[in-house]
Structure formats: structure tokens, C-alpha cells
């Protein structure tokens, strides 16, 4: 967890119900924007409003080892994420850039060129689960997708457009075939759902409309590719199944009879009769 003095605390969480405290990292003065842990659990990243990000080795979580400081900035760090295998590291930040660091060695982390494309703040990063694409997003409504199988040589795939607030969060499913984006406005918010399997051309899936305000954060929940989990600015979480075929089944396990002909003469006129929830009697 961070603080607005820049300093962290590290919790034992073996015991949900009575988490324990560790360490305290103190760092550079200001807000603590983002902290994220590496894959491997060995490195915590923390970026903040002190335009620096901080590398801690917290191999051993009761005496945590401060790494690097990587500088470089021109404004604040909004958010940090580790690739999936720790080699890199992403800092979105209000300089508009998405800065890269080689950290295959943590204690001497090599800078590597910025990702420029985005014309406000850069809220958000994420890494696809093979560590092929990253994705950003931020205060200019868009989602960039970027190819970095060679990290020196990262170029832009795609613009995803559509949102019309600022994009806060984003998470790829754990096959990397969905990409979500969490936004919001003063009063509703939403999660934004792509195809991905092919990043250079995602399709829209869906627009899930959150009434409870803007959506600050989205996850897939581990181990069940199609669940979603999103935080809106009420305190709500919600919990959305993004799988239209388990929804579909769902739908049929709790609905009347089948449609008729009749029936779908008069509500679907024009097509073909093919009624859903074939194993329905009607």
C-alpha cells in the first residue's frame, strides 16, 4: 500500500482475515500513484508523484532491498507494470510518454526509447500475457496497442477508439484473446471489451454500462478466463461473466419454453427459424 509521503507498507496476507504487517520502504517525497509486484513476486515497482520509480528486491518481504531509482520523467508516474517474465518494466506517466526500462538486471536497469502516441496523461499500462503487446491508455479517451517482441524497436499496432472518458484501467485476459478497459465519467462508467487475437485487428465484443459511476479498476479473475471484475468509484465491485456462450447457457437454463414458429414469425420476421435453447420443450 502507498502513502502520500511517498513510503510504502508491505502486509503478510497468508491470513486474509489477519494480515500481517512487514516492512515500511520509505521513497522520494510525494503521492504514491502506482505499486505493482513482478510475476515472480521477487521485485515491487513503485511510481508516484516524485517523477521517480523506485525498484525495491523484496526476495526476503521483512528486509526489502532497494534496487534502482530510475529517473527520466518530465511530469508524474500514474501507473507500473512489470512484464511477464520481469525483463521489463512500462511507466505510464502525465508527460504523456509510456517510459521502458530493461531490468534483466534490476541493480542496473537500462533505459530503452519511449512509447509517444498518447495527447494527455497515460493512466494505465499492461502487458499481454506472452509479453508481446502492451497496452495503454489515459486521459485522451483512447486505447494504444504496441508491439515490443522487440523492445528497442516498439512500434504502435493499433488505436483503439470508442470510449468518450478517461480510460483508467486496463487487463487482458489470461489468454490474452480479450482485452478490457475500464472508463468513466461524472455519473455512469463502463468496461470496454476487444477481441485481441489478432492486436492489429481487434474487434469490438461489448460496452458493459456500469451505473454506479466511473469504473477505476478492471481484472480478470485468475483461473476463470471469462470473469471480470471491476471497482467503480461508488466502492462497488462487480463481478461480469464475459463469456456469451456460458451467459447464453445461463439465459436457457432459466427461460420458459422454447420460442414457436408463430412467435418468431411475428418478433423476427425475415429470418430463418432457428430458436435459441434448442433442449427446450415448446
Known amino acids: 500500500a502507498g502513502a502520500d509521503n511517498g513510503s510504502a507498507q508491505m502486509w503478510d496476507v497468508a491470513d486474509a482475515e489477519h494480515p500481517a504487517p512487514l516492512a515500511h520502504l520509505d521513497g522520494p517525497a510525494g503521492t504514491v500513484q502506482s505499486i505493482t509486484f513482478s510475476n515472480s513476486g521477487r521485485l515491487l515497482a513503485i511510481t508516484g508523484n516524485s517523477d521517480t520509480t523506485t525498484l525495491w528486491d523484496v526476495s526476503n518481504p521483512h528486509h526489502p532491498v532497494s534496487d534502482a531509482h530510475l529517473t527520466g520523467l518530465a511530469s508524474y508516474g500514474l ?7 520481469g525483463q521489463l518494466l512500462a511507466v505510464g506517466s502525465a508527460d504523456k510518454l509510456v517510459h521502458l526500462w530493461d531490468i ?3 541493480r542496473r536497469p537500462v533505459p530503452l526509447p519511449a512509447l509517444a502516441g498518447a495527447t494527455s496523461y497515460v493512466y494505465t499500462t499492461a502487458f499481454s500475457p506472452d509479453g508481446r503487446v502492451l497496452a495503454e491508455g489515459g486521459a485522451d479517451d483512447h486505447v494504444r496497442l504496441w508491439d515490443i517482441t522487440s523492445p528497442r524497436h516498439a512500434h504502435r499496432l493499433v488505436t483503439l477508439t470508442g470510449p468518450t472518458n478517461y480510460i483508467y484501467s486496463l487487463a487482458f485476459s489470461p489468454s490474452g484473446d480479450t482485452l478490457a478497459a475500464a472508463t468513466g465519467g461524472a455519473i455512469t462508467g463502463s468496461a470496454w471489451l476487444w477481441d485481441v487475437t489478432k492486436p492489429a485487428q481487434p474487434t469490438l465484443l461489448a460496452t458493459l454500462t456500469e451505473p454506479a459511476g466511473s469504473v477505476f479498476a478492471d481484472a480478470f479473475v485468475p483461473g476463470r478466463q471469462a470473469i471480470l471484475a471491476t471497482g467503480t468509484r461508488s466502492g462497488l465491485l462487480r463481478l461480469w461473466n464475459t463469456s456469451t456462450a ?5 439465459v436457457c437454463s432459466v427461460a420458459g419454453d422454447r420460442i414457436t414458429r408463430a412467435e418468431w414469425a411475428e418478433y423476427v420476421p425475415g429470418f430463418p427459424y432457428r ?5 427446450l420443450s415448446g
Open 79 to 85: 501507473s507500473v507494470s512489470f512484464s511477464p517474465d
Open 104 to 106: 534483466a538486471n534490476p
Open 246 to 250: 456460458q451467459v447464453a447457457a445461463w
Open 275 to 279: 430458436p435459441p435453447c434448442r433442449r
